[in-house]
């Protein structure tokens, strides 16, 4: 607001000058023009004297509010068309006529009391020599007038301006205090737990971008809350069963005459119980280890050692099962991902492998490059699982069949987490299955070139 009153003071100045010096120009040119004309004709008189000068310029003085006077080459007074003042044979120091008998032509004007004053002087030249001067002034009160009505409209425009400018502020400024009062009541609803609380913000400026970006983050707080909301319950509702499966099994143990032979099942059955009860809260711990990590926590890791890695810890399992482990992994490829994640990757898909694999069934375990892409494939000749539930498969909790799943100790969040690290390495997972004869994992991670110094 500040500034604009300070541009709209410098531009009341600016107009009053401009408007000044208009008629600063015009009238320039006028009165040099005159004087040129008088001086011309002066100087083409034969004899220079009060009568023959009155005669040669009486057009010009026949304007009113006009003063001339004629000097000699010495100032002295010739001619002066108002006799009143007695001038005439006087010498008239005047500084314009001590300039223009050097030969300067002369102009200058002052405006005081709404009265314009012009003056004018210029040198008679005759023959190459100065033989005079043409001295004339001009009282103008009515050019005044318009000056000074000018400058006066000019004022009451600004001052107008200006009160429009301070009323403007005023409104506009109110304007933003109660929309930014409006965040912050927003602001605080959302803090006390509301956040299907939407902030309506009419017009197109900055506090609206504001608002639609408020918003946006509290439809994300609202998203990431339902999440965690169904995190908690399904998480509880999976640690329930096996606790109300111990619990059962301790108070049958309790309540009942049982033989030994059947009490040392029913602690066995306790301990398989406690055994789910703690991978599930290691998975679950897995998980939220992967979420509190950093996009930039990585390391460059060679697939191929890692694989042989997870079918080293995992041969006994495949053994039991009698399931036989193929791998290719004639190139090897470098990526940058934790090795640790990329082995929990590799680990919980080979295990379901071999888990979901059928009697005597085999595994094979490939790794290829393809574009800028590290593949590795995961196949297995298992049960399949069916087309309704590939879209669910890495959901939290999600299990196809929830019996077999629980018989073979799973939790439904191998794959989940599979998924989470997947996606925070910039790789891709992609599954392919059919019904009766296996599922085959594909998954991408872009390959990072070592120099060769690095290696
Ligand atoms: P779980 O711990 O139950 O194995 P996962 O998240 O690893 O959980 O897998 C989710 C579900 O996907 C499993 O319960 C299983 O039904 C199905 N699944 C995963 N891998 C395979 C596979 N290779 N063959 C058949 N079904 C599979």
């Not at 509190?292 to 006994?316: G, K």
């Not at 495949?318 to 929990?344: G, R, W």
């Not at 590290?374 to 890495?394: C, K, N, Q, S, Y």
Request: glycine share 6%; aromatic share 8%; charged share 25%.
């Amino acid at each position: 607001m500040l500034i604009t009153f300070a541009v709209l003071l410098f531009l009341n100045i600016y107009c009053a000058q401009a408007c000044q010096s208009v008629f600063y120009n015009s009238k320039k040119t006028t009165m040099l023009e005159l004087c040129q004309i008088a001086a011309g004709n002066v100087a083409d008189l034969q004899v220079l004297n009060h009568d023959t000068v009155a005669d040669s310029v009486a057009d010009i003085t026949a304007l009113e509010q006009t003063r001339l006077i004629v000097t000699d080459q010495n100032t002295r007074v010739i001619y002066d068309n108002m006799e009143s003042t007695v001038t005439k044979g006087k010498y008239l120091l005047y500084p314009e006529i001590v300039k223009a008998l050097e030969g300067n032509k002369i102009f200058h004007w002052n405006y005081h009391d709404g009265t314009m004053r012009s003056c004018t002087a210029m040198p008679i030249v005759s023959h190459g020599a100065y033989i005079g001067c043409v001295y004339m002034t001009e009282y103008d009160s009515e050019q005044g007038r318009l000056i000074s009505s000018l400058q006066s409209t000019i004022f009451t425009i600004t001052l107008v301006l200006e009160i429009a400018v301070i009323l403007f502020s005023f409104l506009s400024s109110n304007g933003h205090i109660k929309r930014i009062k409006q965040i912050l009541t927003s602001i605080r609803t959302v803090r006390n737990g509301d956040y299907s609380h939407k902030l309506e913000m009419s017009g197109h400026d900055e506090l609206n971008i504001l608002s639609s970006e408020f918003n946006d983050l509290i439809d994300r707080l609202q998203t990431s809350e339902n999440k965690r909301n169904r995190f908690v319950s399904d998480a509880s509702h999976e640690l329930k069963t096996p606790l109300a499966s111990i619990k059962l099994l301790a108070d049958s143990i309790l309540q009942n005459d049982m033989d030994m032979e059947t009490v040392r099942e029913f602690v066995g059955d306790i301990g398989n119980e406690a055994e789910r009860l703690n991978r599930m809260s290691q998975k679950l711990l897995a998980l939220s280890r992967i979420d509190a990590r950093q996009e930039t926590d990585a390391e460059i890791t060679y697939i191929a050692p890692t694989v042989e890695r997870v079918v080293r810890m995992l041969s006994p399992t495949a053994k039991n099962n009698n399931i036989t482990v193929h791998t290719d992994l004639t190139e090897d490829y470098s990526v940058l991902i934790l090795e640790d994640d990329l082995y929990q990757v590799l680990f919980n898909l080979v295990e379901n492998g071999i888990k979901y694999n059928k009697k005597d069934g085999e595994l094979f375990i490939t790794l290829k490059k393809q574009e800028e892409d590290a593949v590795i494939e995961i196949r297995d000749t298992g049960m399949g699982i069916p087309e309704d539930a590939l879209e669910h498969i890495f959901e939290r909790f999600y299990r196809v069949d929830k019996a077999r799943s629980r018989s073979t100790g799973g939790s439904g969040l191998g794959l989940s987490i599979v998924r989470n690290i997947i996606r925070r390495n910039h790789g891709r997972i992609h599954v392919e299955s059919t019904m009766g004869s296996g599922t085959k994992f594909t998954l991408h991670f872009p390959i990072f070139e070592v120099e060769e110094e690095q290696k």
